[in-house]
């Protein structure tokens, strides 16, 4: 399986964006799905989890701005971000099966 992940940009604080992740097969209703955050000169992160019933886990950096879905019928999963943090900036990686996609890049001004 491969994953493409894609939505980063630029956006002030206190902003939205919605991060995808597109799967080369449908996997997502047998597997379950990560984002991870990568800050810069930092570890990565889990932020967030979706397990194969569809049920949500987020981290506490996170939880009440982010929501994690899936559309099945287009084999991808989405991470909307709301109320964005400077502390938010850095690379974001979806993960499933322990094949990671590529990243997408994140900042948050201000």
């Known amino acids: 399986v491969q994953l493409q992940a894609s939505g980063g940009g630029l956006v002030q604080a206190g902003g939205s964006l919605r991060l995808s992740c597109a799967a080369s097969?449908?996997?997502?209703?047998?597997?379950?799905m990560f984002w991870y955050h990568q800050a810069p000169g930092k570890q990565r992160e889990w932020v967030a989890r979706r397990s194969t019933t569809g049920y949500s886990y987020y981290s506490e950096s996170v939880e009440g701005r982010f929501t994690i879905s899936a559309d099945s019928a287009l084999n991808t999963v989405y991470l909307q971000m709301t109320s964005l943090k400077p502390e938010d900036t850095g690379t974001y990686y979806c993960?499933?099966?322990?094949?990671w996609g590529q990243g997408t890049q994140v900042t948050v001004s201000g």
């Open positions: 993960m499933c099966m322990n094949t």
């Open positions: 097969e449908s996997i997502f209703s047998t597997n379950v």
